[in-house]
């Protein structure tokens, strides 16, 4: 039986990181943010945590992106926050906008349909979730960097972060990161599966071996329970989506139309890239980092908790909430496999 209050001794961060954060060694890596300008308040509140909590130590830089220019009173109060360098990016009409190439009257079809759900009759949402899947990591300003971290308007950070996320992420050859994992909505994934299922057919070269798909596929491959790490935390490495590999998903995927034709978040999209193209130890759990992004939360349980002195409730720690898929992360690194006993044999 697992006990997650108990998490295993595999995903602490080891001590050398947390003496790095007291050397002047640094990654290669920056804090991105993508916001619009009526996001200021909750972008204030996120970075004040940020800053408080682990940045103002590290200096990390920060760079934001918007599909239009941020106001002069955005740039002044966020920029007034730090102390680091920030730099404020215009988005690429042709990374932003839906294609021409998409049927119009099929995808307000679909938003009309879907209009009851979150964000289903919206447009922008979607032309934001094909970014977040395909063209963040290719603008200008992220182009010097070897890792992100995306942090979000409205969001927490529970506790002190006194080790080098980034230098963990290069030194331990980490690709993706994540604090939260559960299954994707039904109603917003038509297609994706077996449009998933298709590519890895075609593409068997591509597949790296030792993947995490097991973590989200059962062992014959015919059905995804829906676990997706949970995108609006995630600290990964930019080559991870500038491979070819994942380029060629994208593209795939994106040429399907799933992000007008049904409503394809980043979030499932990043969790099969990483799940496809990295090993699966190269995604990491980072228990260490209490998070919140309304309405889940990852409070870490002791002894992490008084180290960091987190400012939150372990028992509303979303791992142990019965949707949670961290069982499922652990179980791809039991001795038994990720479906249990001779997973290896069929
Ligand atoms: P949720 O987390 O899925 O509920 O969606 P959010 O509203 O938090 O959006 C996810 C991220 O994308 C946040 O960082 C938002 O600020 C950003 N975002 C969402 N829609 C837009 C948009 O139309 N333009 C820009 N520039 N950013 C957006
Ligand atoms: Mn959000």
Same mark, same amino acid.
């Given at each position: 039986q697992k006990n997650w209050h108990e998490p295993p001794y595999k995903t602490r961060v080891p001590e050398k990181y947390y003496l790095m954060a007291n050397t002047s060694q640094r990654a290669s890596a920056v804090i991105v943010i993508l916001a619009r300008n009526r996001d200021l308040r909750g972008v204030v509140s996120s970075i004040t945590q940020f800053e408080a909590k682990f940045n103002h130590k590290f200096g990390y830089p920060y760079v934001f992106l918007n599909e239009v220019p941020f106001t002069e009173e955005f740039k002044k109060e966020v920029s007034a926050l730090t102390t680091a360098s920030v730099k404020f990016g215009l988005i690429p009409h042709e990374h932003w906008f839906q294609p021409d190439w998409i049927d119009e009257a099929r995808a307000s079809a679909v938003r009309h349909r879907m209009?009851? %759900?979150?964000?289903?009759?919206?447009v922008s949402y979607r032309n934001m979730c094909r970014f977040q899947s395909g063209?963040?990591?290719?603008?200008e300003l992220l182009e010097p960097f070897k890792y992100y971290w995306r942090v979000e308007p409205d969001?927490?950070?529970?506790?002190? %972060?006194?080790?080098d996320p980034f230098l963990f992420m290069e030194g331990e050859d980490k690709k993706y990161a994540f604090t939260i994992t559960f299954p994707e909505f $039904?109603?917003? %994934? $038509?297609?994706l599966w077996p449009a998933v299922k298709y590519f890895i057919a075609a593409n068997p070269d591509l597949i790296t071996p030792d993947n995490a798909m097991g973590m989200l596929a059962d062992r014959t491959g015919?059905?995804?329970?829906?676990?997706?790490?949970?995108?609006?935390f995630e600290i990964a490495a930019f080559d991870l989506w500038r491979s070819d590999a994942y380029l060629k998903f994208f593209e795939f995927l994106d040429a399907r139309g799933g992000f007008y034709y049904s409503r394809w978040g980043d979030a499932p999209i990043h969790t099969f890239g990483a799940a496809l193209f990295?090993? $699966?130890?190269?995604i990491h759990f980072f228990n260490e980092i209490g998070y919140l992004h309304p309405f889940f939360g990852h409070c870490p349980a002791e002894p992490l908790h008084s180290r960091g002195r987190c400012e939150c409730n372990v028992t509303e720690?979303?791992?142990?909430?019965?949707?949670?898929?961290l069982d499922k992360y652990d179980a791809l690194f039991s001795p038994d496999g990720p479906w249990g006993l001779n997973s290896n044999t069929s």
């Open positions: 209009g009851p %759900i979150l964000y289903g009759d919206s063209f963040f990591f290719r603008h969001v927490q950070f529970y506790c002190d %972060i006194d080790f $039904k109603r917003v %994934i $038509k297609g015919t059905y995804w329970n829906r676990c997706h790490f949970w995108s609006n990295a090993r $699966k130890d190269q720690s979303f791992d142990t909430h019965p949707w949670s898929c």
